[in-house]
């Protein structure tokens, strides 16, 4: 029986938090401080890495932030979660849990020994984007932190934050006749018990119909209006500044250079300065969205490449994924006119493979890239004003979704040609409806 005392302590509580509006990102902050597993999901566009850079900036413990992949720790700021875990590539087919840990542990490679007093120290593991991490590989990491750890509870008692949606970019395969192995389905994720908040309002696109029509494509709904909305937007013949998204690399590269030698004038050819390690150095550059050769003209179309603010001052001076137009390129500078008009000086910007070690791999480049093109997979977290879009070659589960919800605006979006169907996965399908049947 509660004492008086106590009854007092439970009514002072309730009233606190009934002065407090009850949304999803609420509820994800309360019980992300409390220390429980906790998966923050939804559409794109609802915020998901907003919320998640304030829990890192509130948060008073140690938080680790890593990403299946290297494009996704990069914009998060954090590392790989293989290279955080020192797992290398995960098991092989077949291979138990024991076994692999018992190669990791004859093998003498310092990055290794790393990552595991990196296991043994971590308070908060942020996982960002979950929706492209194995399953299989996500119950190694479990099964890691509770071995390393010494404690034979979910992830060692390591408090883990999932981020991501499994209607976007799934897990890679080794071939396409392989189901997708998702992390929701192991028997890692079960064990984690994660409290699941879902982000439901929208703050990318702000049109109630390019709202509707969005939830519909996320899910493969592409009839009646969503499609009578979406088909409006086939454009045959956009103007050749606007960005476009592909599905390959090759693509990219095809229209950028085609655009990029239109141009009057000469070409000048920007080199990224790099230092450290060759494998380092070999990840940055294959991850990077700024490339290592940066080939640029007065007039070429270009994204910036990271948010940077004006010196002294709360302002941003330019934002990642923000677009302008070159005006002159000299040795220490890229003079670029944004859309506003301003005209900003960028200088170089210096990345590094882990920004808590300064003898660890460099990598300064002008944060700039060529933005008359990129791939769907480069271009997720961005928010683009304008795009047009070639999905017809999109195979991956959620890969078209992703591109179409990039694009601000109706009036922005613009289709190449209609195309036959939009690939989802069945079983994130069913994975959400039943969070929402809970």
């Known amino acids: 029986m509660k004492t008086m005392q106590q009854l007092l302590e439970c009514d002072s509580k309730y009233e606190a938090l009934s002065d407090i509006v009850l949304t999803p990102e609420n509820l994800f902050h309360t019980s992300a401080k409390t220390g429980g597993n906790v998966f923050l999901t939804g559409a794109g566009g609802t915020g998901k890495s907003t919320q998640l850079r ?13 990403a299946p992949t290297g494009v996704a720790a990069l914009n998060v700021g954090g590392m790989t979660i293989h290279r955080f875990c020192g797992m290398l590539i995960g098991p092989a087919a077949g291979q138990s849990n024991e076994d692999y840990f018992a190669q990791l542990q004859r093998d003498p490679r310092r990055s290794i020994l790393a990552g595991f007093n990196r296991v043994k120290r971590c308070e908060v593991l942020v996982i960002d984007e979950i929706s492209m991490l194995p399953g299989r590989q996500f119950e190694f990491v479990e099964f890691l932190f509770r071995r390393l750890r010494g404690r034979d509870v979910p992830f060692g008692g390591c408090q883990v934050i999932a981020t991501g949606d499994f209607l976007q970019l799934p897990p890679v395969r080794k071939s396409e006749t392989e189901c997708y192995d998702w992390a929701f389905q192991s028997l890692a994720w079960a064990a984690a018990e994660f409290r699941t908040f879902v982000l439901e309002r929208v703050r990318r696109q702000d049109e109630p119909g390019f709202v509707r029509a969005l939830a519909d494509f996320r899910v493969g709904r592409v009839w009646g209006d969503t499609a009578r909305i979406l088909q409006s937007r086939v454009r045959s013949n956009p103007p050749a500044s606007m960005t476009r998204l592909f599905t390959h690399n090759v693509q990219v590269d095809k229209w950028n250079h085609f655009q990029l030698s239109d141009l009057p004038g000469d070409e000048s050819v920007c080199h990224a300065c790099q230092t450290g390690p060759e494998l380092q150095r070999e ?35 330019f934002v990642n994924g923000q677009l302008g137009t070159v005006l002159a390129v000299t040795p220490g500078a890229v003079l670029v006119k944004a859309k506003s008009g301003a005209e900003i000086c960028v200088e170089r910007f210096t990345w590094r493979f882990d920004s808590q070690d300064e003898d660890s791999a460099s990598f300064s480049q002008f944060p700039l890239r060529l933005a ?7 271009a997720q977290g961005l928010t683009l004003d304008s795009a047009f879009l070639d999905i017809r070659a999109a195979r ?11 694009v601000r605006s109706l009036a922005g979006l613009n289709f190449k040609e209609w195309f036959k169907g939009v690939h989802v996965s069945p079983e994130a399908i069913e994975f959400y409806q039943a969070i929402n049947r809970r």
């Open 283 to 317: 990840f940055l550059t294959r991850n990077l969205l700024t490339p290592a050769t940066l080939h640029l003209k007065p007039g070429a179309l270009v994204m910036f490449t990271v948010n940077k603010t004006e010196p002294g001052s709360q302002n941003p001076l």
């Open 372 to 378: 008359w093109a990129m791939t769907i997979h480069k």
């Open 54 to 66: 304030a829990f890192i900036a509130e948060c008073p413990r140690r938080v680790s932030v890593t």
């Open 396 to 406: 991956e589960p959620g890969q078209a979704y992703v591109a179409v919800s990039r």
